[in-house]
């Protein structure tokens, strides 16, 4: 079984708060960045709260991003998972990153944002018990295509939340 790796984390070290999604999937592994598949709305969210849209280049939103004090960054360092779908996701072999060393280089961040129930539920139970630190925590509609029982415009609502 060939594990897939996440990405590092994109953060400067005075960032206040955290974006965790799941785990990046197959457009965004081949392309090496964050949510790069075209139909998921992160991006579009992003520009239109901190003006880190898909207009920019991928360099140019992520230092839109970071001047806006967030971090990115995923739940789970590794794991197999045939597809990109965060239902496909085993639970065997497994590894999550390591948010201890992270929040301890990143002392500002007090709040925690989750693309979608999966990267929540993951992060409660695998990763939460072992922080010595309280965090404001809140799951946020996934940006993904699959979620798409929520319009954007309320998932824009939902999410511009981080901007305060």
């Not at 970071?66 to 597809?83: S, T």
């Not at 496909?88 to 072999?93: L, P, R, T």
């Not at 693309?115 to 309280?134: D, I």
């Amino acid at each position: 079984m060939r594990l897939s790796q996440g990405f590092a984390p994109v953060a400067r070290e005075d960032a206040r708060l955290l974006i965790l999604g799941s785990m990046p999937g197959i457009a965004s592994l081949e392309a090496t960045q964050y949510y790069a598949f075209p139909r998921n709305v992160f991006w579009r969210i992003m520009g239109d709260l901190f003006a880190a849209g898909p207009d920019l280049n991928y360099r140019s939103r992520l230092q839109k991003l970071l001047e806006n004090r967030i971090a990115l960054w995923d739940v789970i360092e590794a794991c197999n998972r045939p597809g990109s779908l965060d239902s496909a996701i085993s639970e065997e072999g497994m590894a999550t990153n390591d948010f201890r060393g992270f929040l301890t280089q990143h002392p500002h961040i007090t709040h925690v944002y989750f693309n979608g129930q999966k990267a929540a539920s993951l992060f409660k139970k695998r990763v939460a018990p072992g922080l010595t630190r309280h965090y404001e925590y809140l799951a946020l509609p996934s940006t993904s295509p699959a979620h798409a029982a929520r319009s954007y415009s309320a998932k824009l609502e939902a999410w511009s939340v981080i901007k305060h």
